[in-house]
């Protein structure tokens, strides 16, 4: 009896402790947020118009390999999300489109921070920033 309760005690805490190790779904959302956002700035300023608002409905997580990103644990994550864009003057829904994003661990657990690669002359550079 005292082995069963063991085993599945330890099974437990395991469980437990791996939940808290990859990103949940919700930091997958905000990491696409992040990600869309970034690049609807940067087209809503080239053709000088209005940022859109960007609601993302529906996060389907179908891969995530686990990756080291500058000495730091990560992973790539990819799957498939529905969104609605707020225009001026209409809204625009669009689903299943594909989504890969990087998330990388900090050190202390507690964070995570979306990485994208910048190409330079040289090779690349990953760029973090923190998903709130």
């Known amino acids: 009896m005292q082995i069963i309760l063991a085993v599945i005690l330890a099974s437990l805490i395991t469980a437990c402790g791996s939940n808290n190790l990859t990103p949940n779904t919700q930091i997958v959302r905000r990491a696409i947020v992040l990600q869309v956002t970034q690049t609807q700035q940067e087209l809503s300023q080239q053709l000088r ?4 608002n960007l609601k993302v409905n529906r996060v389907k997580v179908t891969s995530q390999k686990p990756l080291t990103i500058q000495d730091l644990r990560a992973y790539r994550v990819q799957g498939n999300y529905d969104y609605t864009l707020k225009l001026s003057k209409r809204t625009v829904t669009q689903k299943d489109n594909p989504f890969e994003v990087y998330l ?3 050190t202390e657990g507690k964070t995570w921070r979306l990485a994208q690669q910048q190409r330079e002359e ?3 550079n990953w760029v973090t920033q923190l998903v709130e």
Request: glycine fraction near 10%.
């Open 122 to 124: 040289n090779g690349s």
């Open 104 to 106: 990388q661990r900090q």
């Open 49 to 52: 118009l209005e940022s859109p």
